[in-house]
């Protein structure tokens, strides 16, 4: 059976309306939510980046049941391991065993907000290894001492602690951070049904679940989906690597002229309000392989996303 989320999308919300929309995926019958973890959205226009850890101990307290989780997490530069250790162990606690934790190497956006240098992707794959192992030491609740390539921690030990510690799930677009994320993760995240991907999670010894982002832009017609798509998430369609290396909303505001309305219809971005498209999307995912479809509303109309999927979508999928 495919679990279906829906993604809180920090770079369009407050976490007051995250929290709120967290209470109404449940409502609607969505088995989990996944936070974003960003210091700025992507482009200026998007409007929002509250602190995740913040907006999660809301949504930890306002639901009862639904998961919970980061959608990703990058915890191995803006934020220190130790750090996301005690955060994370937190709210892990206050939700009773719902919290997952997914993390990635990050993009240059969110990332260098310290000063400090951007590495390349295998540099970063390192250091994210490095830091989940940091993570899941401290979540033992042992004292820690750790002088590592990347990361120090000197005398540091968690009191406040889940009764299990929660999933690791990484982050990966492609094989070969696929390939580096399966030998520490407890299951693999990504955007779209990318079949390679899994398969090079898998055959480096990967287990557990898949997760695959699905997004979309619902509005009461697909014309006006493609024109506020093209309007807030236009980014969806910057080519190769460019999203991981500009480094300010500016940046991705100035990137974007290059997107055309016609880029967005005739991307991979669900522009179509018949829920029929929105099964067989999520359809996809799952004959690729992927057991968790985390559904991603850039259009305006939540509150029709919402009704959609609690009517028609979700009690078709099987």
């Not at 398969?199 to 010894?205: E, N, P, R, V």
């Not at 219809?265 to 498209?277: M, R």
């Amino acid at each position: 059976m495919t679990a279906v989320g829906f993604a809180l999308s920090s770079e369009l919300y407050g976490p007051n309306e995250l929290v709120e929309q967290a209470v109404r995926a449940e409502e609607a019958g969505f088995d989990f939510v996944a936070v974003s973890d960003h210091y700025h959205p992507w482009l200026p226009v998007q409007g929002e980046s509250p602190f995740v850890w913040t907006t999660l101990g809301g949504v930890a307290r306002a639901t009862e049941e639904i998961g919970i989780g980061t959608g990703v997490t990058c915890p191995s530069m803006r934020y220190h391991p130790a750090n996301l250790a005690q955060a994370t162990a937190t709210t892990a606690a206050m939700s009773d065993g719902r919290f997952f934790f997914g993390v990635g190497s990050g993009e240059r956006l969110n990332e260098h907000v310290h000063g400090d240098h951007w590495p390349p992707i295998v540099k970063r794959l390192e250091m994210l290894r490095e830091a989940v192992y940091v993570v899941r030491a401290l979540w033992t609740g042992d004292e820690l001492t750790h002088d590592g390539e990347h990361f120090t921690v000197e005398n540091a030990q968690l009191f406040t602690l889940p009764e299990e510690p929660p999933p690791i799930y990484g982050s990966a677009y492609g094989p070969t951070a696929a390939a580096t994320v399966a030998e520490f993760s407890d299951g693999l995240y990504t955007v779209g049904p990318q079949e390679q991907t899994l398969a090079a999670y898998t055959d480096a010894g990967g287990e557990g679940p898949a997760y695959g982002q699905l997004s979309v832009s619902y509005e009461e017609t697909r014309e006006q989906a493609v024109d506020v798509a093209t309007e807030r998430w236009p980014n969806t369609a910057l080519p190769g690597e460019l999203g991981s290396q500009l480094s300010t909303p500016a940046h991705f505001e100035q990137a974007c002229q290059m997107v055309s309305k016609a880029d967005i219809e005739n991307g991979s971005l669900v522009t179509d309000p018949d829920p029929a498209t929105h099964v067989e999307n999520v359809e996809k995912f799952a004959d690729a392989g992927f057991d968790h479809v985390v559904v991603h509303q850039i259009g305006t109309d939540v509150a029709g996303l919402f009704e959609t999927y609690e009517s028609d979508v979700l009690p078709a999928i099987a």
